[in-house]
């Protein structure tokens, strides 16, 4: 439903894919000889969409689905009986519900802000007409949906890197890296450097990068500070005790949760010590402003962080 402009449509499909896709990706930027955020250049959003169906859509699919759909079984009864027996509640190919299920079920799916904000569900006649209300609430308050970028708020905590006497930042040689990891790391660059999370550097020191396969096939970006780390002082700021907020939940009736997003890179990177954050890359030299992961002493500076931001709410109604 949240709207992505076209001339981004190929980046986004890139980062939101998995790992056989990122490799078709690839392959087809080579081909045209660009890398794979410059695509949008040489061939258009529909004739992607088009080589797109040719190699991953199978023909005739809805068939196949529901062929192999009556092959299997609902515990010991054929799927194909079960079927008839529960259509009401099932869908399959072709098998349409009727506008009641869909509506009751996009309310119980939808986020509780967004089912509060879409009114009785009675005033609907068609899904449509869901569908265009809940993009119209989203695009009106697009705002809330943004991530964090740009420059960071002016607040008390800032993450510090204080080394051990005599030392100095180290710096390695940079990893050698496949085809795919190479245009993940181009376009997350790309991102960092436009969200303003990142600067190139002329640091005397320098991380290497490298990348972990998650378990959903996609590249997380890591940096290998763990040269750094060994040579910073740790901060002996304190973490809660589990036992004690456990404790405080003790009888309680009502939760509320809040999870910051990118909650690390909403805080700011001590000026001086933004030299000792750099990385390198094929691509250039680049240090953080912001405070990235993987960093000694990150926790510490986060939980101060929002211990400072809470403290007036702290063991009334808030917990951290």
Excluded at 51 to 74: C, E, G
Excluded at 90 to 103: C, D, I, K, M, T
Aim: charged share 25%.
């Amino acid at each position: 439903i949240l709207p992505v402009a076209k001339h981004k449509y190929i980046g986004a499909l890139f980062l939101n894919s998995k790992g056989g896709c990122q490799t078709w990706l690839t392959h087809l930027a080579t081909s045209h000889g660009v890398n794979v955020p410059d695509l949008k250049d040489v061939i258009t959003w529909e004739e992607l969409t088009r080589l797109w169906k040719k190699r991953f859509t199978v023909d005739d699919a809805p068939t196949l689905a529901i062929n192999r759909l009556f092959t299997m079984s609902q515990g010991n009864i054929a799927t194909r009986d079960w079927l008839t027996e529960w259509q009401k509640i099932a869908a399959v190919p072709n098998l349409n519900l009727p506008f009641e299920h869909l509506r009751r079920e996009f309310y119980n799916r939808s986020c509780a802000a967004l089912s509060q904000a879409l009114g009785d569900r009675e005033q609907y006649s068609t899904f449509a007409e869901i569908i265009d209300k809940a993009r119209e609430i989203i695009k009106t308050n697009s705002d809330v949906f943004e991530g964090p970028h740009g420059v960071v708020p002016d607040r008390p905590i800032r993450h510090e890197i204080i080394l051990e006497d005599g030392a100095v930042p180290p710096r390695g040689c940079i990893y050698r890296m496949s085809e795919e990891e190479l245009s993940v790391l181009r376009a997350q660059l790309d991102d960092l450097l436009e969200k303003g999370w990142i600067r190139p550097s002329s640091s005397p020191c320098g991380a290497p990068v490298l990348f972990v396969r998650k378990k959903n096939k996609d590249l997380r970006l890591c940096i290998d500070y763990r040269k750094l780390n060994a040579r910073t002082i740790r901060n002996a700021g304190p973490l809660p005790r589990i036992d004690d907020l456990l404790e405080r939940l003790g009888g309680a009736q009502f939760f509320s949760k809040l999870d910051l997003k990118s909650g690390y890179l909403q805080l700011e990177i001590r000026k001086e010590d933004r030299y000792k954050t750099a990385f390198k890359t094929r691509y250039g030299h680049f240090e953080w402003l912001v405070m990235p992961f993987g960093l000694t002493n990150a926790p510490a500076t986060f939980q101060a962080a929002m211990t400072t931001e809470f403290r007036h709410m702290l063991d009334r109604y808030v917990l951290i």
